[in-house]
């Protein structure tokens, strides 16, 4: 295969040079006439049978994308062969070559004897190169898009010491961090997972802490793979450690002040072998945070006025390992288990007309245990993967009013799953097709006395088989999947037939994607319930035994054109699921119940775009959201407005990030919410000749997002609440890294993988 192409991105760097200087323009062309003369004359491998030479810039650990690489044997002709964007070249395993040699620009950065004998042989050089004070870095392509799964590659960032998962994704075209979720191109991301073939974990609190955890320096790359299995289109993520260095220890430590102080720790760990890999991600918070709500209830012309005033503390605790053992390149096992556990109360001033009440939930206990078993099996064409898993989870929250005690709610369930999959792809890669099946129980427990009466457990079953294929010839490819979806609990059965549809056309630099998908999203186990708890004197929360479950229909169109990213999707949901004020059957008592409150269809469109140059990075997002929405008794019409702006500059040591956030004046179904102007800011600074990094951050610095106002309107109630929560925050953090490893030498030719020594 002949590699003939410049990247954009190294097009424009060209330019530039071009641009800087007119007295070194005859230099810089006769370099560029030789890159380009270099990549007509040069030839990568792609078969399977071959060895992988990739080339590390020895500072940045990033890729050297156009650096030449002779290959010398004395029976036969040298090899040239030019990097791709990756820093990467394969090599035929006939090939035995006795010396390599790696020249940037006309400049030889090594010359020396080799035998290349490993799967992947890694070269390190400086690839910074001065011609009148002009430098020429390597350029890369951040994210590799497929049909299927999208692959960043995370060395091929401009990392800053110590920055952690949480910090780069935001820098990736379609990633959306909000609270505890994660989305990607409009669509949820439901779990990541360590390692090709790991175990999936769901995303929520815990989760996030783990990727605030694990540090982006023992990150090789993050794959975004669409899953087969799922309500809708969803994503997973990918994290592929590095293995390169034998031991890594990377712990920190912050404090930070909004109204309260609260702390925060963490601590990754990596023990690598040769064919074992073991992983321990520890981190804990103390937390102690402030609320206000007022809200004013209009119900058939009766106004009720509610304030409440919460100080709550908190501390949790989590725990994960994962170890993968790989004797082969066909089979690897591997265990995951997983524990968190928190522990807090929360007092809370009830203001109601002339009635005061004082609120005492303690404690709030919440525990979470989760054990896993996963193999991994390939030979050939074909794939196994296969996981088990147990959770146990428990929580207890206990309430008194005025010093008398009135309701001990406690939940327990417990959670078996199995899941198998078998696919088989052609040679080349062009066409697949797949099996899976799973089964997940749920049996749920709620203890709710003595106020109200306990309800009997929910038991649920789920089965899940799907069957998928994949084809793509040329520029052009397709995926469908069909999901059977067969559920059983305590209050109803359902079946459900739910197809995908991919089709996608284009390369690298442009490409055009529509998509459709089908989904049923059934109501939880907390929806479910009848049991009410109290949250003043005259509100009260509920279940639904009658809520049913949503359907929904989307369909997508993806276009992208180099760094520019446009999505437009048209969705219709019906019965969609809101908690929603019930009656007032008892005098003045609010009672809020789950219900289905109506149907909805909207047009989202979404456009991002990546900016990248070298220090500097940027990744503008611009939604808009246009629906109607179709209640009991009347047709709304539905808005929304969002940009978010991150930034992240890096000089030498220091680095700069800027979170800029506007949400513009919105309706959502029922609730009409006012606009926020969110910043964040965080500077961090890696001291020299050491292993620790300061971090010196601030959160909603304007103090827009911690007043929240929102107001709900039915044909039977008005309801209006000013929300402002403990967000604004100030801190300090301190990271440390520390890694050990053996050099690997190759004849003589140091191929250096400690690079943190």
Known sequence: MTNNRLTHKTLLSLRQLFDANRSVAYLKLVAFLLLLLFNKGSFAQTRVDSLLIQIINEDSITPVAGATIHLSNKGKEPLRLITNERGEVCVPTTYKADSIQITYWGKTMLHAAARLTLSINRFYIQSNLYLDNVTITANRQLVKRSLMQDVVQIKGVEL???????????????????????????????????????????????TMKILKALRTENINDITFKRRNQGQGIQYEIIIKTDHSVDVTLSPTLGAYMGKRANAEASLYSQFSTKHLNNILMVSGDVLNKRKSEQSTYDIHSKQTQVDVDDAEHGKSLNLNYDAEWSPNDAFSAGISSYYYTSWGQKSRNSYEGSTTAHFEYAPITFEDVTGSLFFNWNKANHSLHGEIS??????????????????????????????????????????????SFAYAHLRNADIDRPTFASQAPLKEHTFTPVIAAFWEKNKFGVHAAMQFERNYNNFYSSSSWLPKLSLRYGGDAMSVELDYAKSVNRPLAFMLTNNQTGQTGKLRTAGNTQLRPEEKHQMDLNLSWGDLYLTISKLWVNDIADLQLDNTAQSDTLLKRWQNVGRASSWDFNVYYNLHYGWFYANPHVSLNLGKFKGNANLLNNYNFTLSLPLQATFNNHKLSVDIEYLAHSKYYQTTTQPMFILNLRYNISIPKSSITIVIFARDVLNSMSIEKSTTQTASYLSSTVLHKDKRLFGLSLAYSFSKGKQRNINGVTNNQNRNK
């Open 390 to 435: 147990y959770n146990k989870s428990t929580s207890h929250t206990g309430l008194e009013v005025d010093g008398t005690f009135q309701q001990d709610i406690r939940q327990n369930s417990i959670s078996p799953n199995g899941f198998v999959e078998y696919s088989l792809v052609n040679k080349a890669q062009t066409a697949g097709i797949s099996a």
């Open 160 to 206: 800053f010491k110590s920055d952690n998962a949480l910090d780069i994704l935001p820098l990736i075209p379609g990633v959306v961090i909000d609270e505890n979720r994660l989305s990607y191109f409009n669509h949820p991301i439901i779990g990541i997972r360590l390692g090709k073939g790991g175990v999936l974990k769901g995303i929520g609190a815990s």
